[in-house]
């Protein structure tokens, strides 16, 4: 079955440390999303990519990095910059094109202590 | 610029009753809206889409919306609520103001549905 496979579902880290979150796809899909989940704040734009090797930041970039080496993988790396990593972090794909409907992964949730 | 106002943070309904959940809307041309659902600790499920054919939408698990353009609004119904329809639904407007490519969806705060028995 085509879909999109976050792995951990759960990962804990010490405060001061990188830790990167992996996202696969295998449905073509040209771009691909990272949005950070937290209660009573709805889904937030990390970055995003439309093709291999290029890759925009969205509304909360900073503290965060991505790479798009491949169609299929887009991982995203939480950085000792980002002042406040705990969250749902949620990865998704679609076709191009401006109301296409996402499909997301089934998250991962880091807790950074 | 686009946004979507989710007016109910929760919502509770007796099972067999109808559900609503109300979402309205602001954008400067004509957009794509969609509701998701999400169950505890899993990813987004797109319930459906409106893309400016018919008003109203039917999606999957029996839910539909309507499109209302003179009220700006996208409300999303069943008629009769589910145990496991207990769950967060988000709506959603498409941002298409980076030259149509760009696929950037702008998220409602979402709506915590709970059935109760």
């Known amino acids: 079955d085509g879909g999109i496979t976050q792995s951990p579902k759960y990962l804990f880290r010490k405060e001061g440390q990188n830790v990167t979150l992996s996202c696969e796809q295998n449905l073509n899909h040209d771009a691909m999303y990272w949005y950070r989940q937290d209660p009573g704040q709805g889904l937030r734009l990390i970055y995003y990519?439309?093709?291999?090797?290029?890759?925009q930041k969205g509304d909360i970039a900073e503290g965060y990095s991505v790479s798009r080496e491949k169609k299929e993988s887009f991982p995203l790396t939480v950085t000792s910059a980002q002042k406040n990593p705990t969250a749902f972090y949620l990865c998704?794909?679609?076709?191009?094109?401006?109301?296409?409907?996402?499909?997301f992964g089934n998250g991962t949730r880091l807790t950074v202590t | 610029a686009q946004s979507v106002t989710q007016l109910d943070s929760h919502v509770s309904v007796s099972e067999g009753t109808p559900v609503l959940l109300r979402c309205n809307y602001s954008?400067?041309?004509?957009?794509?809206l969609f509701w998701y659902v999400q169950h505890p600790n899993k990813g987004l499920q797109l319930l459906l889409k409106?893309?400016?054919?018919?008003?109203l939408v039917k999606g999957i698990n029996g839910f539909e919306a309507e499109f209302k353009k003179s009220e700006t609004s996208f409300h999303l119904t069943k008629p009769s609520a589910h145990m496991s329809d207990a769950a967060e639904y988000f709506c959603?407007?498409?941002?298409?103001?980076?030259?149509?490519?760009?696929?950037?969806?702008?998220f409602g705060t979402g709506t915590l549905l709970a059935v109760q028995p």
């Open positions: 409106y893309t400016s054919a018919a008003t």
């Open positions: 954008s400067s041309y004509s957009p794509s």
């Open positions: 959603v407007v498409s941002d298409g103001d980076y030259g149509g490519a760009t696929n950037k969806l702008i």
């Open positions: 998704a794909s679609s076709p191009l094109g401006s109301g296409s409907p996402l499909h």
């Open positions: 990519s439309q093709i291999v090797n290029d890759f």
